[in-house]
């Protein structure tokens, strides 16, 4: 059983940007067997209080989505529909039943492997996504249908890959820092611009979690290393910069000739998402109602390219308040979990959660999206599963591992 649960958390990065719908799969299946496993005892229902700083906020932002589209129920919408919409909601209701399956793993060993995995995010992807770029000639988007998803799951993960570069064993730090630049290269041909900054935060916080690694930039192989990787990243940046100027000429007015149809279309929906907001603030318009707003301006599309303004115009200030609660929830749950286990990389971990979600979140998704809520989920998962009280074996494992 704990070969089956480190496979399935090492799948999970690994298969995220070449075949994205496959983690909401295996996400859905876990749920299903573990629940099986509980009823069976075959496992046994190991839950600690720590828990309930990432499960309750997540029964939060089901309980408040909910109840603003019951709130906003026209007269003239079927139950049926309403109901199919909040089934996305369900795997917030039903991942705390993994955690008793992760539990019958070793916790360093489950990080880590998640760590290991999350490396092969970039390199198993880039190939499809340089396929999608130079023979179909559209935005990479790897195997998850669409460049915004596909860039956020390079991102994360590729962001992720950085802790093996802390890793004792000089082939995973090769591997890490292998797999970081192949997801800095999905990102940047995903063109996707919202999510640009996170590459850069991950370095920062991880020189902020793990300090003694300042003193390896001194070493002069190590920086003309570093170099090489900054002067790929430039080299393909430079040939994706279209849309990034644009958007630098939007913001400036730089060229007042020059136009960019994303931002123009980005401000209008947020213009008309403030609006929303205003007439109904508190508990807002309902989940269910959002196309019919947004054909009041003549688009057609099914959020702002806001997840925070989508959230408010979804469920008013209350979502808006379950759901930046939410994304912190991870942070804050390896906070106050007891454990030591493994607990920077899953510091580090839990910090690019928030800022993957929240910085991503002002011009893409945050939620309901069956990607971003599956690498949300399992995400949560890996941070909250180390039991308070780890034994000395777990300890001497961990420090193996680069912990």
């Not at 195997?143 to 956020?152: C, K, L, V």
Request: one cysteine or more.
């Amino acid at each position: 059983m704990q070969t089956n649960t480190l496979v399935g958390a090492g799948s999970v990065g690994a298969l995220a940007g070449l075949a994205g719908s496959v983690i909401t799969i295996l996400l859905a299946v876990s749920m299903l067997w573990a629940l099986v496993l509980l009823v069976l005892k075959r496992i046994s229902p190991k839950y600690q209080r720590s828990d309930l700083l990432v499960v309750v906020p997540a029964f939060l932002f089901v309980f408040v989505t909910t109840g603003a589209a019951f709130f906003s129920w026209q007269d003239d919408q079927s139950a049926t529909d309403i109901l199919q919409r909040l089934g996305r909601l369900l795997p917030f209701l039903f991942f705390p039943l993994i955690l008793p399956r992760f539990r019958t793993a070793e916790p360093s060993k489950l990080v880590d492997t998640f760590i290991l995995g999350s490396s092969l995010c970039g390199i198993l992807a880039l190939p499809l996504a340089l396929l999608q770029v130079g023979w179909y000639d559209i935005r990479a988007e790897g195997g998850a249908g669409n460049a915004i998803p596909f860039a956020m799951v390079s991102a994360f993960f590729g962001s992720i890959s950085l802790l093996n570069v802390v890793h004792e064993a000089r082939w995973r730090g090769a591997l890490g820092l292998a797999g970081f630049l192949a997801a800095v290269i999905c990102l940047l041909l995903s063109e996707s611009r919202g999510l640009l900054p996170i590459p850069a935060v991950a370095v920062v916080a991880i020189l902020i979690v793990y300090p003694e690694q300042l003193a390896r930039l001194k070493n002069g192989k190590v920086l003309a290393l570093l170099g090489g990787v900054l002067a790929v990243i430039m080299l393909i940046a430079y040939g994706r910069m279209e849309r990034l100027l644009l958007l630098v000429n939007s913001l400036f007015e730089l060229q007042p000739d020059a136009q960019d149809n994303s931002t123009d279309l980005r401000l209008a929906m947020w213009e008309h998402a403030a609006r929303l907001i205003s007439e109904q603030p508190v508990l807002g318009h309902g989940l269910q109602n959002r196309r019919e707003l947004m054909a009041q301006i003549g688009l057609d599309y099914s959020h702002f390219h806001n997840g925070f303004l989508t959230t408010f115009v979804d469920s008013g200030v209350v979502g808006f308040a379950a759901v930046t609660l939410l994304i912190f929830a991870p942070l804050l749950c390896v906070l106050y979990n007891p454990s030591k286990v493994s607990w920077r990389p899953r510091l580090f971990i839990a910090t690019m959660i928030a800022s993957t979600y929240a910085l991503g979140g002002m011009t893409n998704f945050i939620f309901l999206h069956d990607i971003y809520d599956s690498v949300f989920l399992w995400s949560a998962l890996v941070v909250a599963m180390p039991l308070a009280g780890a034994g000395l074996r777990e300890q001497e494992l961990e420090k193996r591992i680069g912990a």
